[in-house]
């Protein structure tokens, strides 16, 4: 099912879930035929099959219930920020380092061109495979992920470059080092510094926007939300439920 703006892909996507396995059988059809030496006949079913597939995926897409809208916003092949920078951005150089712990793998950022134009770009990084994704936490950011924010944040500031931020983590990561080393204070100084930036700033939601971990990097003079996307003070498994159903 669509997950973000990305390239039109010859070959399947590599997770089907529950509710989209019915593009399954479709998706291996066009990847076949796609494969094949051109002919008319060929292209002519290719057409079909893409229109019927375009069709059973906005049939799928009215019928989600809220719970599959927060799983297409977790989709394993939704794409990450640093799908976006290097579909959108030129002259990308990462920087790493908050200069006083250590480099926090779930906030990525540095300096890019986007239209032409020099900015800096901030975003969290989910990960992509098992072992990425425990290398980054699963985008859930310690304080030292935040205080990188800042840094990054200060330089735009200092190089007046206008400032890009991608959203994408269930929340700040909860664990007790992060608390001993001082993940409020860095979510706050997060939210300061932000809000003191004379820089344009531009945020876009593009998967899962949990509490203050999502807000450290989401003050913003713009902000944009993709479809099937959530932001919210709470993730949807800890929200509380009404024992009398109002």
């Known amino acids: 099912m669509s997950r973000g703006r990305r390239p039109r892909a010859v070959h399947p996507p590599s997770t ?44 799928l897409v009215r019928r989600l219930t809220p719970w599959e809208r927060v799983q297409l916003a977790r989709h394993p092949d939704r794409p990450s920020t640093l799908d976006y920078v290097r579909r959108l951005c030129t002259q990308f150089v990462e920087l790493h380092g ?48 935040y205080r990188k924010a800042v ?23 909860p664990g007790i080092g992060a608390e001993e080393r001082g993940q409020a204070e860095a979510i706050a100084a997060c939210l300061t510094a932000l809000g ?19 807000l450290a990097l989401a003050v913003a003079d713009r902000v944009v939300m993709q479809e099937h996307a959530w932001y919210s003070v709470i993730s949807p498994e800890a929200a509380p439920r009404s024992s009398s159903g109002g």
């Open 16 to 59: 089907y879930l529950g509710f989209e396995r019915p593009l399954a059988a479709v998706d291996a059809e066009i990847a076949a035929l796609a494969g094949r030496r051109a002919q008319r006949t060929t292209a002519e079913r290719l057409r079909v099959l893409r229109a019927a597939r375009r069709r059973l995926e906005r049939d």
């Open 196 to 214: 003191a930036l004379g820089v344009p700033v531009v945020c876009a939601l593009i998967g899962e926007g949990g509490s203050g971990g999502a």
């Open 151 to 173: 840094r990054l944040f200060e330089l735009a500031e200092r190089f007046r470059r206008p400032l890009l931020t991608f959203v994408d983590t269930q929340g700040a990561y």
């Open 98 to 145: 908050d200069r006083r712990f250590a480099d926090d793998g779930a906030v990525v950022g540095g300096l890019a061109r986007f239209a032409g134009r020099a900015v800096v770009v901030v975003g969290q990084q989910r990960g992509r495979t098992p072992a990425e994704r425990i290398a980054r936490n699963f985008g859930m950011a310690r304080p030292e992920g």
